[in-house]
């Protein structure tokens, strides 16, 4: 069963544009929500994360908005640029990490 | 930043021998470790969690015979495939964390196992 549910699949976005990436959960117990980045033959790196008495998180062009209420989360890309494509997972936790499915995102110039 | 090393990056194996991927920790002490599987275009998928001096715990469906896990040290911890087949030709990926609960976690960076 998907712990953390993730969409898009894949996002392509022009240069300078907003990318977003929308995440859900059910698991209540879930108290830490970080954003991967990973390149491809890379291992995921982490990007910013946020916890949930927090509904918005900022940092440079990435900000993460969270939804206590409706068990939503999502990733916002300001500015985005040819360097960001990449590979976007969301991810929830208690103790074990759960991550979403994934969203390749390409920016194009 | 903590650094997650993970070694080797790549290794190319014939089917039926036994491949052992190291997972350190370099600039902090890892009270747990987990080892991940990825297939291509697919997300992470925990195979199973390792503590150190303990056993590890597995994930349902990932066999612990086939995929030993041993955490000797608050730094290092150890993934062998033993006999392994095509089909475990895979990207393996370990991370730890510093410290219990809810923390961020830091890969390595991969290894690419290819089983001819």
């Known amino acids: 069963q998907q712990q953390v549910k993730q969409s898009p699949q894949s996002l392509i976005v022009q240069k300078g544009g907003i990318s977003i990436i929308n995440c859900a959960y059910e698991n209540t117990a879930f108290d830490y929500f970080p954003w991967y980045q990973q390149f491809p033959g890379k291992g995921p790196a982490l990007l910013i994360a946020?916890?949930?008495?927090?509904s918005e998180k900022k940092e440079g062009r990435f900000t993460i908005s969270f939804n206590k209420s409706a068990k939503q989360f999502s990733l916002h890309i300001m500015d985005s640029q040819p360097g960001d494509s990449a590979t976007y997972f969301c991810a929830a936790t208690a103790n074990n990490l759960f991550f979403g499915t994934g969203t390749r995102l390409t920016v194009i110039p | 930043g903590a650094v997650v090393s993970q070694h080797p990056s790549w290794v190319i194996c014939k089917s039926g021998t036994s491949v052992k991927i190291e997972c350190r920790s370099l600039d902090f002490q890892a009270t747990t470790m987990f080892w991940y599987r990825q297939f291509p275009k697919q997300s992470l998928m925990l195979m199973a969690t390792s503590n150190e001096g303990s056993k590890a715990t597995y994930e349902q469906g990932v066999e612990k015979d086939k995929f030993l896990i041993n955490h000797a040290s608050l730094t290092l911890s150890t993934l062998t495939v033993t006999s392994a087949h095509p089909e475990d030709s895979s990207f393996y990926i370990c991370?730890?964390?510093?410290?219990?609960?809810?923390?961020?976690?830091?890969f390595g960076n991969g290894t690419r196992l290819t089983v001819t």
């Open positions: 991370s730890a964390r510093a410290r219990t609960g809810s923390s961020p976690l830091h």
């Open positions: 946020i916890r949930p008495d927090v």
